[in-house]
């Protein structure tokens, strides 16, 4: 299909991007910079740091690395909450020429095992309180070297002891832990990694565009999470994209350093970390929240500074809108509130209008994209259309019937998707049949294009799961409950949940009477992350099976309520 929507595009907007203006990632980060060295480049916990500053540190970081007896390509983990040092550590890995794995720090021991196992990473960037979890599992993995990094090891000295020492003592947010250098790895510090760098020589590595950056993982129909495949390409081609989106909204401001944009969503996740990306292009300055459920605290932060960005999920504009101090905040400065992960509901959409002025801009995105796909066109104020907006430029939308037939406008059929920013594939799998004999990828979204351009997403194509705002598929978490000893089986769906989205349940088949719900659901804590675990469990004397024996999902869901309760 011709990309009739570009002719739509509001004014500004270009058709189409350049990727290949700048040679690698390496090349990106040097040269912004280098152009941005005075603009403070972010905030945390009224910290801040200026993109020179960032520059040295990522420096320092990269020639600790390439002294580590890495050769290119080799993984480096990173399992950080919003912090300073996040940005550093992600800029210094691929500065040094190897490939960066996020790890999300809600992650259970099994879960992280896995993602060290896939990636065969040798070296571990993570933050102190997450040390208790990969202490369960770290000799069993291929990590020789632990970087261990405070919460307070980017505020100052005086503020960072402070910090720390509340976090451990008052907060009891550090639980304990036993990591200590033995024969199978070796323990240092951050502080420890950014000064021995100082004195390090550094060898600018051979990077070309199409050479591995990420390996990012999301959720898997497997039972287990995919390694998404992305390329320094993808990163910069997406970053581009966006950015030629709303730069002719956000040139209206004048001065690039006076941007001030809220991350509150965790880098970790792609939709934030690509947010970042174009600011770094732009020279913008961003204010880390580490901890978004501290909506006192987020709000606190908001009144600190004039705000023009915030990307968010609806879950996230839900909590703001609740607290009683919201209306007291200066949203004069807002220009754009990006919702994606999961749908903005219409009540949520209008609230945050009437209160901001400022309309929610659904778009749409998967780790495989670089979060990059379709986006609303940026407006002051408008009405919630439940559009996630037209293709960005240089991306190709297509939908396909399940023969892989194109189909035409309107028609509703599996959303296709091609360009630059998207995966080749993914890790130590076969990707081919995720992919379209023409190159599209398969996003098992269920959509249509409509005449004005405009791609309307009405669900998943399989049994996969939103909670608030991350992937959740029902095959994990059957795994996990079924490795309970008195499990016999188990079926999982979701339900509609109003401050999640959906909320798992769990039909579940007993092997001995006397397992009860308190058990198995502190057996899923142990095993699952938090938005994965089951909310509501219910015991059943069977499943609902075909002939050969597949569960039903779909009986399961006509038989539970439409709403959690």
């Not at 040269?31 to 740091?49: D, I, L």
């Not at 210094?92 to 020429?97: F, S, T, V, W």
């Not at 990094?149 to 009891?172: F, P, Q, R, W």
Request: one cysteine or more; aromatic letters at 10%.
């Amino acid at each position: 299909m011709e990309k009739f929507w570009t002719k739509k595009y509001p004014d500004g907007v270009v058709s189409e991007i350049n990727d290949e203006m700048y040679s690698s990632l390496t090349h990106m980060f040097e040269e912004k910079f280098a152009t941005f060295a005075h603009h403070e480049f972010s905030s945390n916990m009224g910290v801040s740091y200026t993109y020179a500053q960032i520059d040295e540190i990522s420096q320092n970081v990269s020639t600790w690395l390439q002294s580590q007896g890495l050769k290119k390509g080799d993984k480096v983990a990173l399992m950080m909450p919003n912090v300073n040092q996040y940005m550093p550590v992600v800029v210094g890995i691929l500065r040094a020429g190897f490939v960066v794995t996020s790890i999300n720090p809600m992650y259970t021991a099994r879960e992280l095992k896995h993602q060290l196992d896939d990636t065969k990473a040798s070296i571990i960037f993570i933050l102190e309180p997450f040390c208790h979890v990969l202490e369960k599992i770290v000799k069993d993995t291929a990590i020789k070297t632990v970087v261990v990094s405070t919460i307070g090891d980017m505020l100052g000295t005086g503020k960072g002891m402070l910090v720390n020492l509340v976090a451990k003592h008052v907060k009891k947010a550090i639980p304990n832990y036993g990591l200590k250098s033995c024969k199978a790895y070796q323990l240092t510090d951050f502080k420890s990694v950014v000064k021995a760098g100082k004195s390090l020589p550094y060898s600018r590595p051979i990077q070309q565009l199409d050479d591995l950056a990420f390996v990012q993982y999301t959720g898997g129909t497997t039972g287990v999470a995919k390694g998404v495949l992305l390329s320094h390409r993808n990163i910069i081609s997406g970053t581009l994209q966006f950015e030629a989106w709303i730069a002719p909204t956000f040139d209206k401001v004048g001065n690039s350093a006076d941007i001030n944009t809220i991350i509150a969503l965790p880098m970790y996740h792609f939709y934030a970390f690509m947010v970042v990306m174009i600011g770094v292009n732009a020279g913008y300055h961003f204010t880390f929240i580490t901890n978004p459920r501290d909506i006192d605290g987020f709000v606190k932060t908001l009144a600190a500074r004039p705000f023009h960005m915030i990307p968010a999920v609806n879950t996230l504009y839900q909590a703001l809108i609740m607290h009683p101090d919201i209306e007291k905040l200066d949203f004069s400065n807002l220009i754009l509130s990006m919702s994606g992960g999961m749908a903005a509901t219409p009540a949520t959409s209008q609230k945050w209008i009437d209160m901001t002025g400022t309309a929610l801009v659904q778009g749409w995105g998967m780790t495989e994209t670089v979060a990059v796909g379709t986006l609303n066109p940026i407006i002051a104020k408008g009405d919630f259309t439940g559009k996630v907006g037209m293709p960005l430029p240089g991306v190709d939308i297509s939908i396909r019937d399940d023969d892989g037939k194109e189909l035409g406008i309107g028609e509703v059929g599996e959303i296709c998707i091609k360009g630059n920013n998207v995966t080749q594939g993914y890790h130590n799998m076969d990707s081919k049949p995720y992919f379209t004999d023409d190159g599209f990828l398969k996003t098992g979204d269920v959509g249509a294009i409509q005449e004005d351009g405009y791609i309307t997403l009405y669900d998943r194509k399989k049994d996969m799961l939103i909670v608030s705002g991350f992937n959740v598929f029902p095959n994990e978490v059957e795994g996990v409950v079924g490795m309970h000893p008195k499990v016999a089986e188990c079926a999982v769906i979701g339900i509609e949940d109003p401050k999640r989205g959906q909320a798992v349940k769990a039909f579940v088949v007993r092997s001995d009477e006397s397992l009860t719900e308190e058990e198995l659901m502190a057996f899923c804590k142990e095993n699952l992350t938090g938005y994965k675990r089951p909310r509501h469990i219910e015991f059943c004397d069977e499943l609902p099976k075909s002939t050969v024996g597949k569960i039903l999902r779909n009986e399961l869901r006509e038989k539970a309520p439409v709403k959690a309760s």
